[in-house]
């Protein structure tokens, strides 16, 4: 690596720090993590590094490093995070595309998304965003992250069955929670 690095060569560069990455990912994470130049490290090693399940490092941690990788790689980006605009903020999403989709959001708890500095709107006062994380694990037996939004509230809605059939026809991959009323009891389907 540091021979083709000396020589300018970038393809070989960029196809060794691959290889390492996906035959020796668990051993050598930190050293690119921690590295002073982590930030010029290529895209595609750092979707290798993204998808590793061994990285043995907190997800928040690898966060932190993917934010930080992104903002160096977006160079219209106000130094100051106070300056930033919601703008700002969908042009860093763009930069990290291909990086986001491999974090597990599940594993992050509502104050480790650091990057916004903003109370997050809990997302529901039935469950807690660790049970979300546990439903998504029942989906596929991985860490993999699903969106989840709400089509129906009873609160909101109402509780008729045909509210139900009404609202949520149509919808398919559908997780149903209900809480049974006096209870802490959760049930769900």
């Not at 997800?59 to 703008?87: C, M, Q, R």
């Not at 997302?123 to 129906?152: G, P």
Request: charged share 25%; proline share 2%.
């Amino acid at each position: 690596m540091l021979a083709t690095n000396e020589f300018e060569l970038e393809e070989l560069t960029n196809k060794l720090e691959i290889l390492l990455i996906e035959t020796k990912g668990s051993c050598i994470h930190v050293l690119f993590f921690d590295a002073d130049d982590f930030t010029s490290l290529e895209e595609s090693a750092l979707v290798s590094l993204l998808k590793r399940n061994d990285l043995q490092m907190e997800e928040v941690n690898i966060w932190d490093y993917v934010i930080k990788w992104g903002i160096a790689h977006t160079s219209t980006l106000p130094t100051n995070l106070d300056d930033w605009t919601k703008e700002n903020f969908l042009t860093l999403k763009t930069t990290l595309q291909q990086c986001l989709p491999h974090i597990r959001y599940q594993v992050l708890k509502s104050f480790d998304y650091r990057i916004t500095q903003k109370p997050r709107e809990s997302f529901s006062t039935i469950i807690s965003e660790e049970y979300i994380a546990e439903i998504s694990a029942w989906i596929d037996r991985k860490t993999n992250a699903y969106k989840f939004e709400f089509i129906l509230r009873g609160t909101r809605d109402g509780f008729a069955p045909q509210t139900f059939w009404n609202i949520c026809q149509g919808y398919t991959c559908t997780v149903v929670l209900l809480k049974v009323k006096g209870t802490d009891e959760i049930i769900e389907g």
